[in-house]
């Protein structure tokens, strides 16, 4: 069974950091392409980061929305089964609810609440 259990958010002031964590469990993680999306009321999720396997073609090569590009950093224990994402200089159009998400499976998980506000 997929699950992905995101944790780590919470609330912080402008220029603030926070690291969000996601496990994952009942897929080859080290295999998968994974990513993080945003969702914030009355909107769709949209993309945040991502980060592709280990592998020697690929080699956890990693992208970023223009909005975080330089603030935040995406990363991935294979060990683990477990993504990262780094915050750092958080500004309050990050605040919402951060979901994980392989790109071979149609899972998600519950998400973990980030809210940036003095």
């Known amino acids: 069974q997929v699950q992905l259990v995101e944790s780590g958010g919470g609330t912080v002031q402008p220029g603030g950091s926070l690291k969000l964590s996601c496990a994952v469990s009942?897929?080859?993680?080290?295999?998968?392409?994974m990513s993080w999306y945003l969702q914030t009321p009355g909107e769709q999720r949209k993309w945040v980061a991502s980060?592709?396997?280990?592998?020697?073609?690929?080699?956890?090569?990693?992208s970023y929305a223009n909005s975080v590009k330089g603030r935040f950093t995406i990363s991935r224990n294979d060990v683990r089964g477990i993504l990262f994402l780094q915050m750092d200089n958080l500004k309050p159009e990050d605040s919402g609810v951060y979901y994980c998400?392989?790109?071979?499976?149609?899972?998600w998980g519950q998400g973990t609440q980030v809210t940036v506000a003095a």
């Open positions: 980060i592709d396997t280990t592998g020697i073609r690929s080699a956890g090569a990693t």
């Open positions: 998400k392989a790109r071979n499976y149609d899972h």
């Open positions: 009942g897929m080859p993680f080290s295999f998968e392409h």
